[in-house]
C-alpha cells in the first residue's frame, strides 16, 4: 500500500491499532462515533483563533505484518477561509 501522507504503518495487530487509535483520539478530541467492525473513528477538532474546527474519520487497515491508520477529513464551515486545502 503507497504512502499517501494521510496514512501511516504500525507493526501491531489490527485489534491493538484500533484500541490505541481510539484512546488516543478519545484523550485528543471529541469523538462522535466508533465502529468496531470496519475499524474506524469519526471526531471533531474544536474551533480555534486558526480555524474553525474539522470533522475528521480514521480507519485502521489490516496488512501483513501489521496496520495501516488512515486518516480524511474536511472543514466543519464549507466557507472557511483559513483552511488552505484539506
Known amino acids: 500500500m503507497p504512502d499517501l501522507g494521510n496514512q501511516r504503518f504500525y507493526p501491531a495487530t489490527p485489534e491493538e491499532t484500533f484500541a490505541a487509535l481510539q484512546s488516543a ?3 485528543l478530541f471529541k469523538v462522535r462515533g466508533a465502529d468496531e467492525f470496519s475499524k474506524s473513528v469519526t471526531f471533531t ?3 480555534s483563533g486558526f480555524s474553525w474546527g474539522a470533522n475528521l474519520s480514521a480507519q485502521v487497515i489490516p496488512v501483513q505484518g501489521g496496520a495501516y491508520v ?5 472543514a466543519c ?10
Open 45 to 47: 477538532t474544536p474551533m
Open 70 to 74: 488512515r486518516v480524511s477529513g474536511s
Open 77 to 86: 464551515v464549507a466557507t472557511n477561509i483559513t483552511a488552505r486545502g484539506a
Open 25 to 27: 483520539v478519545r484523550h
